[in-house]
């Protein structure tokens, strides 16, 4: 990207991340969406309409409202003529929302732009088998009494089972829990390993939380009954390895993935305000950071881990913004589960993985874990899967003025065999 005009995050926000079906069931993605749409506007100080547009990303569309970028902007309140865009990458379509409105405003599209996510885990429907949608779509080609009457003698009870959204991956018939616990396995990541981590991460967001940071950011959110939710839910302040021990895996008898080294269903939205430098000057906003280079990579998962993704990526993006891996002063990995996290950082310290995979001489780098998930990440705070590229720009903008540093990598894994990884640097 232009470093002399760079696309920078004026502001943003998210909501509390909330463990599935527990204080947000009853706010839909829409709602989540329009709050921190609101928010990112109103702490901005931007005329919404200097707004030319809004990408949204989502894992899990509402069949009633599948433009959620849209229904979110109409919850919001802001201007009915802003063109609104809802895009599907898994767990990177957030981050991939802020690549897009960022190549936009590159190309002179547009000037200002919000990109984000949201997920409602809590409001997916369940659905009927394509033998129900069939009758039912049958009975409606109906003309006569006779006719409807004839056709609902046929009507059978099975026919109203309901069937559970697929989680598994088509082509390989696993879920991304049975394929993570397949790739600590591969890459020799111990049970031991992986609670020890998930009670750090832990640990690092409660501090994080005690201390303010969050709050900087979060912003809080009534519900129907009347409450006010102002913080993550599903931090586990008082977790210890000892407890994690005593779960059982969830995915293999002997696996190692259990639910509590792994992130939670959660429910949430984040958004981010993006324009170039010059623009915020004109407009006299201070930016918290800017965006310095995006790379995305996709693997064939019957011959890679689903979730090694952004390890083919990291090479590229460094290359992109003009940096080696020493460079970087935090690195912001995304926790779907311990066991990938520590995955792929093998495979990042891997000499041998690298020339085998990337052709390179030299492994990507160590992993300073003192610069890793330095707040926490989405297995304490959770991961509701269209927010949390977005949740994740912004916590590590954040951490870089905090902390002053200058440069952080963002990694995302995605299922698909997907991912994506950027490089922000603080302003």
Not at 10 to 32: D, E, H, M, Y
Not at 172 to 190: C, E, H, I, W
Not at 285 to 291: M, R
Request: aromatic share 6%; hydrophobic share 40%; proline share 5%.
């Amino acid at each position: 990207m232009n470093t002399a005009d760079r696309i920078v995050v004026v502001n943003g926000t998210r909501t509390p991340f909330t463990r599935a079906r527990t204080v947000f069931k009853k706010l839909p993605a829409s709602t989540l969406g329009g709050a921190v749409l609101r928010e990112t506007v109103a702490r901005s100080e931007v005329d919404p309409s200097l707004i030319d547009e809004i990408y949204f990303g989502i894992v899990s569309a509402p069949a009633d409202g599948p433009n959620v970028s849209r229904e979110a902007l109409f919850d919001a309140g802001l201007p009915s003529t802003i063109p609104c865009t809802t895009l599907n990458r898994y767990c990177a379509s957030a981050a991939e929302a802020a690549a897009g409105i960022a190549a936009k405003i590159m190309a002179g599209q547009i000037e200002i732009g919000i990109a984000g996510g949201v997920e409602s885990i809590s409001s997916i429907r369940a659905l009927f088998s394509q033998d129900a949608t069939d009758f039912f779509q049958d009975f409606g080609k109906a003309k006569t009494p006779a006719q409807k009457l004839s056709h609902l003698s046929k009507f059978k009870p099975a026919l109203m089972t309901p069937h559970a959204p697929g989680i598994n991956e088509p082509t390989t018939g696993l879920s991304m829990g049975q394929s993570g616990d397949l790739m600590a396995r591969q890459f020799k990541v111990s049970r031991e390993e992986q609670d020890r981590y998930a009670v750090d991460s832990h640990r690092k967001a409660h501090e994080a939380w005690e201390r303010g940071f969050y709050k900087t950011h979060v912003i809080p959110v009534g519900t129907p009954d009347g409450k006010v939710v102002d913080k993550d839910t599903d931090i586990r302040s008082d977790t210890s390895v000892e407890k994690l021990a005593s779960l059982r895996p969830v995915f293999y008898k002997d696996g190692t993935i259990t639910a509590g080294n792994a992130s939670p269903l959660t429910d949430g939205a984040a958004a981010v305000l993006l324009m170039r430098e010059s623009k915020a000057r004109e407009l006299g906003l201070k930016p918290l950071g800017a965006i310095r280079s995006v790379a995305a990579s996709a693997v064939d998962i019957l011959k890679e881990p689903l979730l090694i993704g952004p390890a083919f990526a990291i090479p590229r993006v460094l290359k992109k913004a003009g940096i080696t891996w020493n460079d970087l002063d935090l690195i912001e990995m995304h926790e779907a589960f311990a066991g990938q996290v520590l995955a792929t950082i093998r495979a990042i310290e891997s000499k041998e993985w690298a020339k085998e995979k990337l052709g390179m001489d030299q492994a990507i780098g160590m992993v300073d874990r003192a610069k890793l998930n330095v707040n926490g990440g989405s297995i304490p705070l959770g991961h509701p899967f269209g927010a949390t590229g977005a949740r994740m720009i912004l916590q590590t903008l954040h951490e870089l003025r905090d902390m002053k540093k200058n440069l952080g990598l963002i990694s995302i894994c995605a299922a698909g065999g997907m991912g994506m990884v950027l490089v922000v640097e603080a302003i």
